[in-house]
């Protein structure tokens, strides 16, 4: 007992320093009881650090938060439902993220999954290094990567890496996202598609095989949230070449979503820097929650977009964007449609279901048909929407690069939301959106 007493106290003593991952409110680059302690006595620590409920208080519940909290933060993977990373000492001990990044580590095996379907399990070494002789026969070994994608989600997260290595091994993108990048969305990457270095490789479905194949990728990043998710695999396997299914898009919320970063800075050895982002995304929804609590009204939100064709689409009720806005105060139109992804809808349900909408928003996915960037553009392509734009107070359209841009800068997208449900609640209102 004496010794322990010894070490708390030390422990209290402890000079303090602003600490980059949530938790580590003593700022030693850790997260483990040392915190909780430190937290039970030094109460004054600041919203940003102390308060992690987001109840705008620094109490003894935000202890208790911690203590509860600590050795889940320490994991390879916090929030993300479909994807584990696990990292291994040389000993082939498993070890936690935390671990592996102040002591170092020998390999780690990327998982990604849905449910109980494993797609993919790769080995990844140290430039340099030998894998592991006692691998599983369903683990394949995979090196810095030259890679191809077919979602753009899978570029802004390589973007997001902010690393010209990164951004050098991208040699194919789908056809919308090559013409986008033309176009200036992704513009890091515009130099790359003009001297040649990353070519279109088509869509889903619909692969140019002869392309893919000019390219030889590693690797080719395969989005798991369409239809057409056999047909791609068996394509990219009869080509013999290797794929990951990202399963991003059935995260169920913000933070799972931005997690993902992890799996693409993993392949690089660039850990941190995937931890890093998730850190950001993390903090940001903290302190937007603590500005949308003191709100006093939930605004009835409608959010959709509306085919030319086929009508309109709503995200349902466990989609993350609703995630969101529930959770930033807001109430949502159709959360009695189950489900994480989508759903097309016919237009008189989905007119009954906006009726005394508060705040519409308008999420364009076809923006190079269709370019609404105004009230009169949207009353223009979609008149089928005028009698909910007559009774909203707030109506809102996507910007072209809000599924591009807007996944590299995750926190400011989720700043926009958070904006838009309540713009009482924040300096400058609605004014100062950045992709809306």
Not at 237 to 245: P, R
Request: aromatic share 12%; charged share 25%; net charge negative.
């Amino acid at each position: 007992m004496k010794k322990i007493l010894i070490v708390l106290g030390l422990i209290l003593i402890s000079p303090i320093a602003f600490g980059e991952l949530m938790g580590d409110v003593n700022g030693d680059g850790s997260i483990n009881i040392a915190d909780v302690v430190y937290l039970f006595i030094h109460r004054d620590v600041g919203l940003d650090k102390g308060d992690l409920n987001c109840d705008n208080s620094v109490d003894i519940a935000d202890v208790v938060y911690l203590f509860n909290n600590y050795q889940k933060w320490r994991e390879p993977v916090v929030f993300a439902k479909d994807f584990e990373i696990q990292y291994y000492d040389k000993n082939g001990i498993p070890i936690s993220y935390l671990d592996a990044l102040k002591n170092g580590w020998e390999y780690k095996i990327l998982t990604t999954k849905y449910g109980d379907d494993v797609y993919n399990k790769y080995c990844i070494v140290k430039e340099g290094e030998n894998p592991p002789s006692n691998l599983p026969s369903d683990v394949k070994v995979i090196y810095t990567p030259k890679v191809a994608a077919l979602n753009s989600f899978h570029v802004a997260m390589l973007v997001a890496l902010n690393d010209s290595n990164v951004l050098n091994s991208i040699k194919g993108v789908s056809t919308s996202t090559y013409e986008r990048i033309k176009d200036g969305i992704f513009p890091e990457l515009k130099p790359y598609v003009d001297n040649g270095n990353i070519i279109s490789i088509g869509s889903w479905s619909t692969i140019n095989k002869e392309a893919l194949l000019n390219i030889s990728p590693d690797i080719v990043f395969i989005p798991w949230s369409h239809g057409y998710l056999v047909t791609d695999i068996e394509t990219v396997k009869d080509l013999g070449l290797n794929y990951l299914v990202t399963v991003e898009s059935n995260e169920p919320d913000f933070l799972g979503k931005a997690e993902w970063e992890k799996v693409f800075a993993s392949l690089y050895n660039l850990d941190s820097k995937g931890n890093d982002y998730l850190q950001k995304v993390w903090m940001k929804r903290n302190e937007l929650i603590r500005k949308t609590r003191t709100a006093t009204d939930r605004p009835k939100v409608g959010m959709l977009y509306w085919s030319k064709d086929l009508g309109p689409w709503i995200y349902c009720a466990q989609n993350y964007y609703v995630k969101w806005i529930l959770d930033v105060k807001g109430d949502y139109c159709f959360l009695d449609f189950p489900g994480t992804s989508y759903e097309n809808i016919d237009p008189e349900t989905a007119l009954e279901h906006l009726q005394n909408c508060d705040v519409l928003i308008y999420m364009n996915w076809n923006s190079i048909y269709e370019p609404i960037y105004t009230l009169e553009d949207l009353e223009k392509y979609k008149p089928e929407l005028i009698p909910v734009i007559e009774h909203a107070k707030r109506v809102y359209v996507t910007k072209p690069n809000y599924s591009y841009d807007g996944n590299v800068h995750m926190d400011l997208l989720m700043e926009d939301f958070a904006r838009m449900v309540h713009p009482e609640c924040f300096d400058g209102g609605d004014s100062e959106l950045h992709y809306l």
